[in-house]
């Protein structure tokens, strides 16, 4: 089969690579219908992770093609959602909606990778969500957004307890904050702050529910966001980029006692524990358990209630994989999905 091989930073080629097989009988083998970049595949790409030959891709939307002896909930043919941890969805630590720190939790990147053609996932009946059907070609991209950057972008916004007669604001433009939007719109947010300079961006967060728009940074970002509610700062912040000034920024903005979902994925973030102490405030966050909004998300997908799909502003081929990674790290696209 063809599949992404990250070669060393900077340097993606699309290769034939083994075909995936069952190894455990808990595992299933699917056929990717459309995969994507995410933006925490730049890390990699920047020299930021390591990347040697890393076989690429955690997001993925598929027909079972082959299933292991143990599998129960999933069957040849199914069209399956699957999440970017693998998880068992059945230890305590699932069972508490934590999926992401399942006691066998696992990262679909590295030893999987599924920008491919097929993917063998572990524990299909914990991590694999069937549709009601086989879906319309026009859901695809919608179904494929839930599998991460959707649902970690309603982890984000139920971390942050965003609901009616809340203010929230989201630090972070890009896939995950613009589903965070999303996401506090659908939970009921009275008010929604999408903080942003691009003024494509800022399209597509006023089309999922921003109602205003902040472009300072920084400082400056948090005084704005106080300015718009009577100096008290936001009910619920979403941080949603992973750098120093993101993160400050969003401790910054929320109120006291107000609650800050983070979901960027943050390398060289250091806190200050003294000002994160005096402002007084709920934190939660780190990799999402997608797996505990699944079904939900696939169902309002499925109905059209929402459209998600839309996050994806260039689509190319698996075979041109390196012209996506090159758009997202040049910021001139903002998720690119594959099509197998």
């Keep these: 089969m063809r599949g992404v091989v990250m070669v060393k930073p900077g340097e993606v080629t699309v290769e034939d690579r083994e075909d995936p097989r069952i190894i455990e009988p808990t595992d299933a083998v699917i056929r990717l219908s459309a995969t994507c970049i995410c933006g925490s595949d730049l890390w990699p790409y920047r020299g930021i992770e390591p990347a040697d030959r890393t076989l690429m891709g955690h997001e993925y939307v598929g027909v079972v093609e082959e299933i292991g002896m143990d599998v129960k909930n999933v069957k040849v043919g199914d069209f399956v959602?699957?999440?970017?941890v693998i998880s068992d969805n059945t230890c305590e630590i699932c069972?508490?909606?934590f999926q992401s720190k399942c006691v066998h939790a696992e990262f679909v990147h590295g030893g999987i990778g599924t920008q491919a053609e097929r993917a063998r996932i572990p524990q299909a009946d914990g991590t694999l969500v069937t549709t009601p059907g086989?879906?319309?070609?026009?859901?695809?991209?919608?179904?494929?957004?839930?599998?991460?950057?959707?649902?970690?972008?309603?982890?984000?916004?139920?971390?942050?307890e965003a609901g009616p007669g809340k203010t929230v604001a989201v630090v972070g433009d890009g896939a995950v904050g613009l589903m965070a939007i999303l996401a506090a719109k659908e939970l009921?947010?009275?008010?929604?702050?999408?903080?942003?300079?691009?003024?494509?961006?800022q399209e597509l967060a006023r089309f999922y529910g921003a109602t205003d728009i902040v472009e300072e940074r920084g400082e400056e970002g948090v005084a704005r966001i106080k300015e718009l509610t009577g100096g008290l700062g936001a009910h619920s912040v979403i941080e949603a980029v992973g750098t120093q000034e993101s993160f400050m920024q969003a401790v910054g903005a929320t109120r006291g006692g107000?609650?800050?979902?983070?979901?960027?994925?943050n390398?060289?973030?250091?806190?200050?524990?003294?000002?994160?102490?005096?402002?007084g405030i709920h934190t939660l966050g780190g990799p999402?358990?997608?797996?505990?909004?699944?079904?939900?998300?696939?169902q309002m997908i499925w109905d059209r209630r929402i459209d998600p799909g839309r996050v994806f502003d260039l689509t190319l081929p698996l075979e041109q994989a390196a012209e996506g990674y090159k758009a997202m790290d040049e910021r001139t696209a903002t998720k690119v999905l594959l099509t197998i």
Excluded: C, N
Excluded at 81 to 84: L, P, R, Y
Excluded at 148 to 160: E, H, N, Q
């Design 81 to 84: 959602v699957g999440s970017f």
């Design 95 to 97: 069972q508490a909606g």
């Design 134 to 160: 086989q879906p319309d070609e026009d859901l695809i991209p919608s179904l494929l957004a839930a599998s991460d950057v959707l649902g970690t972008g309603w982890f984000a916004a139920v971390a942050a």
């Design 188 to 201: 009921g947010a009275e008010r929604i702050i999408a903080m942003s300079r691009h003024k494509d961006r």
């Design 258 to 265: 107000g609650h800050l979902g983070y979901v960027g994925v």
């Design 267 to 279: 390398y060289d973030v250091q806190i200050p524990g003294i000002q994160l102490f005096f402002a």
């Design 288 to 298: 999402a358990p997608v797996r505990r909004f699944l079904p939900d998300l696939i």
